[in-house]
């Protein structure tokens, strides 16, 4: 049974960090890459980072880059998203998902993940 459980949300002030963990189950990081997407009240949807599959190629949102990082470790079959310089503006519900099978690089559409976690809440402020 494929599980995506996601933890480490929270409250934190701008400035502050925050790391994301992803743990999945029911298969292996091995052969799926994983994509971390976020949800703010009113908003779609939006991709935030995603790691391949393989060599584990990465790829960012514009908003993104430069303050967030994503990581793997296969071991514990854990995925995580370590957010730093965090903004009012990164507020939102913070899922993650399963790539596609056989996918080989990971893009931030949603329609291309099919499995995704409970989502965890982050919200910045002061």
């Known amino acids: 049974q494929v599980q995506l459980v996601e933890s480490g949300g929270g409250l934190v002030q701008p400035g502050g960090s925050l790391r994301l963990s992803c743990a999945a189950s029911g298969f292996s990081l091995d052969y799926y890459g994983i994509g971390w997407f976020r949800q703010a009240p009113g908003k779609e949807r939006e991709g935030v980072s995603c790691?391949?599959?393989?060599?584990?190629?990465?790829l960012y949102a514009d908003s993104v880059k430069g303050r967030f990082t994503i990581s793997r470790d296969n071991a514990k079959n854990t995925v995580y998203l370590q957010m730093n310089s965090l903004k009012p503006g990164d507020t939102a519900v913070y899922y993650c998902a399963r790539d596609r099978p056989l996918s080989r690089r990971c893009v931030l559409s949603p329609n291309e993940y099919d499995y995704w976690g409970q989502g965890t809440q982050v919200t910045v402020s002061s």
């Open positions: 790691v391949s599959r393989g060599a584990g190629s990465t």
